[in-house]
């Protein structure tokens, strides 16, 4: 759990969305007498988290007094060309509740969709071989019911990359009161969830996954990187309405003939230039587009 991490390393925790979790990681860190460094990053911007977060500077000024450093814009899957990080080495490492980031429209477990969050665990770990000590600990918590970050994907790419899965333990036996999920995603900055639930995801199957790093010395081999649907393969196997609703034909059964998720315009189904257009649309926004909500 928390207490049993060396309390001389640096310590590096990754896209906490409101740096709650930094924060009390921090006093848990001082209460304890932890002498290593703790580094505390978010995925966006300052000027992004004061919109979301009314709070955030009391958090980043106390997080600061407690001697932490913070660090903004940090995308964990490139810490290699992040000028910050380099000669950094971290004997542990946290990121609570990982997602890629959701495509307007489409739910996380989507096959359209679904490779970002594969990605994302993959590179992930391939980024930390190059800051993680030998022997030094990965903590990754995330919701066994998940359908974006699926547990099976936080294990297969922490082996894949030589981290050692040591245990799984619920995460409310982490030793850290008062500490929630935050909707590190939602443009709403009052938005707060429930507590206990979350979607389709109960708390009470939040859990901890632990690894060690253990590096064997040998080339580790490529990264197996998926990539979105062509834009051919999209042309082909959907069919798109002028809502904006984009399906699978094998997946419009009589159940599913007339839903139309989230519509924002009139139901037409589009044909020709204009579903090509709506198509090119589309393979963009799974490249970039990152929207909704999530937990981080």
């Known amino acids: 759990r928390l207490e049993i991490i060396d309390p001389t390393v640096d310590v590096l925790v990754v896209g906490d969305a409101n740096l709650s979790f930094s924060m009390l990681l921090a006093k848990h860190r001082l209460a304890f007498c932890h002498t290593g460094r703790l580094v505390a990053t978010t995925f966006e911007t300052l000027e992004t988290l004061r919109q979301r977060y009314h709070e955030i500077d009391d958090t980043i000024?106390?997080?600061?007094?407690?001697?932490?450093t913070v660090w903004h814009g940090v995308d964990c899957t490139r810490l290699a060309v992040d000028a910050r990080c380099r000669n950094q080495k971290f004997g542990a490492v946290y990121y609570n509740f990982p997602h890629a980031g959701a495509v307007r429209g489409f739910f996380?477990?989507?096959?359209?969709?679904?490779?970002?969050?594969?990605?994302?665990?993959?590179?992930?770990?391939?980024?930390?071989?190059?800051?993680v000590t030998p022997g030094g600990s990965v903590k990754v918590s995330s919701n066994s019911l998940a359908t974006g970050v699926r547990f099976s994907d936080i294990i297969g790419a922490a082996t894949f990359n030589e981290f050692v899965h040591?245990?799984?333990?619920p995460f409310k036996e982490w030793q850290l009161r008062r500490y929630h999920r935050s909707f590190g995603d939602k443009r709403d900055a009052r938005h707060r969830p429930e507590m206990d639930r979350y979607t389709s995801q109960r708390a009470d199957h939040d859990?901890?996954?632990?690894?060690?790093?253990?590096?064997?010395?040998t080339p580790l081999p490529q990264v197996p990187i998926k990539r979105p649907p062509a834009v051919s393969d999209l042309l082909e196997a959907t069919k798109v309405c002028l809502c904006g609703?984009?399906?699978?034909?094998?997946?419009?059964?009589?159940?599913?003939?007339?839903?139309?998720?989230?519509?924002?315009?009139?139901?037409?189904?589009?044909?020709?230039?204009?579903?090509?257009r709506a198509i090119q649309d589309l393979y963009q926004r799974f490249l970039s587009e990152i929207s909704g909500q999530h937990v981080g």
């Open 61 to 68: 000024k106390e997080l600061q007094d407690s001697g932490a």
């Open 108 to 131: 996380d477990a989507h096959p359209f969709v679904r490779w970002r969050h594969e990605n994302l665990m993959h590179l992930f770990f391939r980024a930390l071989c190059g800051f």
């Open 166 to 169: 040591i245990e799984t333990a």
């Open 207 to 217: 859990m901890v996954y632990s690894f060690c790093y253990a590096p064997i010395g």
């Open 245 to 276: 609703y984009i399906s699978e034909e094998g997946m419009r059964t009589s159940k599913f003939m007339h839903y139309h998720y989230k519509a924002s315009g009139a139901h037409r189904i589009c044909e020709g230039a204009e579903k090509e």
